[in-house]
């Protein structure tokens, strides 16, 4: 199963700023996926992203808001623009395994608490 | 938008008892997993059933799957400490790639 190393694992915030979500696959896939986590709450997806084109957001979610790279096979970035408390959650970034590729792997997850 | 729905949503048990979760879900999927979460951590993917299958064992682990209630159960035998965690059922559609996941349940083994 592939190793996904996310970092950073927590960080504290100030409203307005931004933050910056890396994640690192030790092997090459297709897809990588951002999930958010809110406290209490169950994953949702913000968007996919795709080597080599612009990432699939979900609805209710905006690359102004949520802007991703995905320079390489192995590598993605997911950036919190202009936070505010009510991003406060469990950022996840994940990848597709398994026989048709339908399981998820996670990375450990970013606590991320916005003042 | 959620899929499933897992009741119950928190659940307390002594060890060593056995833990039953359910899940229901509202569209036609390809397939319904279960995954653990520690401590709001990242999640482990559990065991997956297959729109298919009716039933799924995995050491400690057995997944039942009614397609016609649009339903499946996680239960997890001679319960350990370690095994207090939240536990989500995911469903993948047969209609894109998308897996959704369910609310979750807390449960928590009591020494």
């Known amino acids: 199963s592939a190793v996904i190393s996310q970092k950073p694992s927590r960080d504290i915030c100030q409203r307005g700023t931004s933050l910056t979500i890396q994640c690192q696959v030790d092997?090459?896939?297709?897809?990588m996926f951002w999930y958010r986590q809110q406290p209490g709450q169950s994953l949702t997806l913000i968007a996919t992203?795709?080597?080599?084109?612009?990432?699939?957001?979900e609805s209710g979610f905006v690359i102004d808001k949520f802007p991703i790279s995905r320079p390489n096979l192995t590598f993605s970035t997911l950036t919190v623009s202009n936070m505010s408390p009510e991003d406060s959650s469990i950022y996840l970034c994940?990848?597709?395994?398994?026989?048709?590729?339908?399981?998820?792997?996670f990375g450990s997850g970013t606590q991320l608490s916005v003042l | 938008s959620q899929q499933g729905e897992e009741d119950p949503q928190a659940l307390s048990i002594q060890e060593g008892e056995n833990a039953t979760m359910n899940c229901s879900y509202k569209?036609?999927?390809?397939?319904l997993q279960w995954y653990r979460q520690n401590s709001g951590r990242g999640l482990v993917h559990l065991i997956l059933?297959?729109?298919?299958?009716r039933e799924k064992h995995s050491g400690r682990l057995r997944v039942t799957l009614d397609t016609s209630k649009k339903s499946s159960s996680l239960l997890i035998t001679a319960s350990r400490a370690a095994d207090t965690a939240s536990y989500f059922c995911?469903?993948?559609?047969?209609?894109?790639?998308?897996?959704?996941f369910g609310k979750g349940t807390r449960l928590h083994i009591l020494p």
């Open positions: 994940s990848v597709e395994e398994g026989r048709e590729g339908e399981k998820l792997f």
């Open positions: 092997s090459q896939v297709t897809m």
């Open positions: 992203a795709n080597q080599g084109s612009e990432a699939t957001y």
């Open positions: 569209t036609s999927i390809n397939n």
């Open positions: 059933i297959r729109s298919n299958e």
């Open positions: 995911a469903t993948a559609s047969n209609r894109d790639d998308k897996i959704i």
